[in-house]
């Protein structure tokens, strides 16, 4: 299996492979419809592969769409949850490539834990969009 992590940006993209023995390969690529299929095809020499997105449902979500419409099995990993992970490193620091490693360990360690995303015209997709776009008093609302 290899876990592949992005940390994602709004004109570039940060990607890692991440195998059971470390790092297999990286790839940067520019936000764009031709590069995510690029990443996708880079990816492909990988036959078991699950990706991780870091702000799947922000900046990431145009490469996380794409790749789960085309079959892909693509989480969601929160930004706060790879700076957490990158301050308890043996060696902190703050990189792109960094960012793409935790997002990948993260998919490795927790994945069944972690949100799917699913395309936007999935049934599933439909209800995680609703899901999030309550009011916010609802959100907060005792009993919820």
């Known amino acids: 299996m290899i876990w592949i992590g992005v940390d994602a940006h709004k004109r570039l993209h940060e990607a890692i492979?991440?195998?059971?023995a470390g790092?297999?390969?990286?790839?940067?690529?520019?936000?764009?419809?031709?590069?995510w299929?690029?990443?996708l095809d880079w990816a492909r020499q990988w036959p078991e592969?699950?990706?991780a997105v870091e702000g799947a449902w922000y900046l990431g979500r145009g490469l996380a769409q794409f790749l789960a419409e085309q079959g892909e099995e693509v989480h969601e990993v929160s930004g706060r949850w790879t700076a957490q992970r990158r301050r308890g490193m043996r060696r902190p620091g703050k990189s792109d490539r960094l960012d793409a490693h935790s997002v990948a360990m993260l998919l490795r360690?927790?994945?069944?834990?972690?949100?799917?995303?699913h395309a936007e015209d999935d049934e599933l997709a439909s209800v995680q969009l609703?899901?999030?776009?309550r009011?916010?008093?609802?959100?907060?609302?005792p009993g919820c």
């Open 130 to 133: 609703g899901a999030g776009s």
């Open 135 to 141: 009011p916010s008093s609802a959100r907060t609302a």
């Open 17 to 20: 492979a991440l195998a059971e």
């Open 23 to 35: 790092a297999v390969g990286s790839r940067r690529i520019a936000n764009d419809p031709k590069d």
């Open 49 to 51: 592969r699950v990706w």
């Open 109 to 117: 360690e927790e994945r069944a834990t972690l949100p799917r995303v």
């Open 37 to 39: 299929s690029a990443l």
